[in-house]
Structure formats: structure tokens, C-alpha cells
């Protein structure tokens, strides 16, 4: 059984904690927040049986094996650090910090403590999104060439917003972006070739951005996200002889299909079970279960090579997290 601590207690942390009842041998055992009584709530509507009014007095709690952080992106660090350092597992939300350094930091003290640690980057471990990476590398549609992925929602966000606020990591690209980029870097890797344009708010955040990511093999990767128009969520990855496309969701798609040259299309349709949260929990028991203080599915250089991504983009188009 792994015993299983929330920190934080908002939209993603209850969605974590339904899924978190499909998964086999799980249990969460407590609920920490900054407010003991929004822990309690949490506590009282999924089932924990403690409440913290606190983040160190979750982490020191003995019974917990691992810990999910959902917080907003500013106290991700703060968060996570916490709970490494009281020797806990840690499951952190996606993206794991506001900027490469600082994740680098979190990877290092997790690597020198011995303790696991894991980017809850959903989309990677979703049974529809690994099926389609094994179709590609059984050569359904040949060799990759592009990538296209679109992420936009409608908004509009009042000023005081988290979408808007720069202190928080606002913005369009660390919470909508990171989806096409890591699928971009899933298929194709890291980019030789980074360009980015954005249109910025008056808080000084992205509402709007566009990517291109170039490679040396001559695939090219078009991405974009935004927060001023309800786009199509979707994706698609072309190769030399066909191409897969993703519904909206792309990054939890319902299915898949599968172009092939001279053949009908086929579509591969998902398992509807669950937010699609319960398989980050299940990687992270299978690791823990195994000894592993890293995922070899959602690796610390996949996350940091994305991190790396996200402040080259940022640099480009003038963001600044302060």
C-alpha cells in the first residue's frame, strides 16, 4: 500500500485525489494547505485522514509515503523542497518550477537525498499518447517530420487572476504551452532551431504565442498557446508515409487516428475511465515499489530539457517572472 499526502487543495488537487481512488494499493493518508480549514474541507470530501494546516507538518508526518504538490507554479519550489528535504516522495505538478535553475536545484537535492522525484506531466504517461509513440516507432506513419499543437483557451481572466500575474508565472506559456512543447520534445527532442513571437498583456505575460522549433533532421515542430480565444486543442504528427491525429484534448485525447498511406484511416479509441490523473499516481508506485528515485518514462533530463525549452521561449518574447 503507498500512502499518499495532497499539498495544496484546489481544482487539480481534488481531481489527483478522485483518480486517486482507481488506483490499486493507494491510500491517501492526508491533506496539508496554508489554511487548516480549507485542509479539512479537502479532508472531510475525499476520505484523508488527517488535515495539516501546514506544509512542513504534512511532510513530517511518517505515514506518508508520497507526496502530490499541486500548488500554482510560484510555490512549486518552496513546496516541493519541502517535502524532499523530510525524505518524502514527491509527485510535482507540471511545470515543476518558474525556471530552469531552480528546477535544477529541486533534480539535484532529490538526486543527492536519495529521494524520488517526478514531473506530473500527465500527458506522458496517458495510455493514448504512449500508444501513439509505439506506433511511430513500429513505423505506422515513417519518420517524423512535423509536429503541430495548438492550445488556447478563451478567458478573458480579470487582472487579479493567476493568468495574469506575473509573481505567479502567468501567462499562456508555463500553463498551456508546456503541453505542445513536451509533445514536440516527446516525438522529436530538443530543437537545434528556437523562434517565438508573443503578443504580452498589460501585466507584462504572454496572451498569445506562437513557436517554431527547427531540427537538423528538417522536422519542424509549430506550437502555439494562448489565452484570448478558445482554439481547437488539438495535434497532429505527420511522417513520410502518414500521420496520427489527436482530438481535442490532444494532451488526453478520447482517441486517436491513424493515417496510412493507401490504406482507411483507423482510429484507435481510449479507455474513458478517470480525469486521467490516476496513471501518474500508478508510475509513481511502480517506481517506489521498484527503488527507483526517478521515472524512466518522465525522466528529471526530460523535464529539464522542456524547462530549458520554456525559458529560451520566455526569453524571446520578453516574459519576466518577478
Excluded at 508520497?66 to 511545470?95: F, Q
Excluded at 522549433?213 to 511522417?239: E, P, W
Excluded at 484534448?249 to 478517470?274: K, L, N, Q, W, Y
Excluded at 486521467?276 to 527503488?291: F, S
Aim: glycine residues 10%.
Amino acid at each position: 500500500m503507498t500512502r499518499w499526502g495532497i499539498l495544496a487543495t484546489g481544482h487539480i488537487a481534488s481531481r489527483f485525489a478522485e483518480d486517486l481512488r482507481l488506483v490499486p494499493d493507494a491510500e491517501l493518508v492526508a491533506v496539508g494547505s496554508r489554511a487548516a480549514e480549507s485542509a479539512q474541507r479537502f479532508a472531510d470530501t475525499y476520505g484523508a485522514k488527517r488535515a495539516y494546516g501546514s506544509w512542513v507538518e504534512l511532510a513530517a508526518d511518517p505515514e506518508i509515503d508520497a507526496i502530490y504538490v499541486a500548488t500554482p507554479h510560484s510555490a512549486h519550489y518552496e513546496a516541493a523542497m519541502t517535502c524532499l528535504t523530510a525524505g518524502r516522495a514527491v509527485l510535482l505538478e507540471k511545470p515543476f518550477t518558474l525556471d530552469l535553475a531552480t528546477s535544477t536545484e529541486l533534480v539535484d537535492t532529490a538526486r543527492a537525498s536519495g529521494v524520488f522525484l517526478m514531473e506530473a506531466m500527465w500527458m506522458r504517461l496517458n495510455p493514448m499518447i504512449l500508444r501513439v509513440v509505439e506506433l511511430i516507432a513500429d513505423g505506422a506513419i515513417g519518420t517524423v517530420t512535423g509536429v503541430r499543437a495548438d492550445f488556447g483557451v478563451a478567458g478573458p481572466f480579470p487582472p487579479e487572476h493567476r493568468m495574469r500575474n506575473a509573481a505567479l508565472g502567468g501567462g499562456a506559456l508555463l500553463d498551456l504551452g508546456i503541453y505542445p512543447i513536451s509533445l514536440a520534445h516527446l516525438l522529436l527532442g530538443v530543437p537545434q532551431h528556437i523562434r517565438s513571437w508573443a503578443q504580452l498583456g498589460p501585466e507584462g505575460t504572454d496572451e498569445n504565442t506562437g513557436m517554431l522549433f527547427g531540427y537538423d533532421t528538417g522536422a519542424l515542430a509549430t506550437l502555439s498557446c494562448g489565452m484570448v480565444g478558445l482554439s481547437g486543442q488539438t495535434a497532429s504528427i505527420t511522417g513520410t508515409i502518414g500521420r496520427i491525429d489527436l482530438p481535442e484534448p490532444f494532451f488526453r485525447p478520447g482517441s486517436v487516428t491513424v493515417h496510412r498511406a493507401g490504406a482507411e484511416p483507423e482510429t484507435i479509441v481510449a479507455d474513458g475511465a478517470g480525469n486521467g490523473y490516476q496513471y501518474e499516481a500508478i508510475e509513481v508506485q511502480r517506481c517506489l515499489a521498484a527503488g527507483l528515485t526517478e521515472s524512466p518514462v518522465v525522466p528529471h533530463s526530460t523535464t529539464l530539457e522542456v524547462m530549458a525549452l520554456l525559458d529560451t521561449v520566455r526569453e524571446q518574447i520578453g516574459v519576466r517572472y518577478v
